[in-house]
């Protein structure tokens, strides 16, 4: 028998709770709906590289979150077999970054995704694409 998303949706929130990686990077679940995720995370200056930058990694963390969610409430379990990232500006070590996920296609064979990622003042941080591949 096939889940429904009101089914994903209820395990990736009771799931989000714990989630390990969420947890070590202080990204939070802000909202979930079917194919669509918005994650939230208060950047630290310990996020900064040896330029001073923000790490692209956290930038490419928090957007693979929101992706991970939005696939998943469709099509749970998905695991992502392609993710494309653009930096567009670089954010402030002390901004709030949100991510947001929209889910362009759910099939039975990919799911295409499209996320986006500002700063508190809704400042165009970075634009990504992603697939995954249903495993059920």
């Known amino acids: 028998m ?5 089914d994903n949706i209820a395990e990736l929130k009771a799931k989000a709770a714990g989630e390990p990686i969420a947890d070590f990077l202080k990204m939070r679940l802000v909202e979930l709906s079917p194919g669509y995720a918005k994650v939230a995370m208060k950047l630290r200056p ?4 040896f ?3 923000v790490f692209g ?10 992706f991970a969610y939005a696939s998943n409430s469709l099509s ?14 670089g954010p402030e070590a ?17 799911g295409i995704s499209e996320m986006t990622v500002t ?11 992603g697939t995954t591949i249903p495993v059920s």
């Open 119 to 129: 700063n508190q003042a809704g400042k165009l941080i970075a634009r990504a694409t």
């Open 76 to 89: 749970y379990p998905s695991y992502a077999s392609q993710f494309n990232i653009h930096f567009i500006s």
């Open 57 to 66: 990694g956290v930038i490419m963390a928090i957007a693979d979150q929101a």
């Open 51 to 53: 330029n001073g930058l």
């Open 94 to 110: 002390n901004d709030e970054l949100t991510a947001e996920c929209r889910v362009v296609k759910s099939g039975r064979r990919v």
């Open 2 to 6: 096939e889940k429904s998303d009101t």
């Open 46 to 49: 310990e996020y900064q590289n």
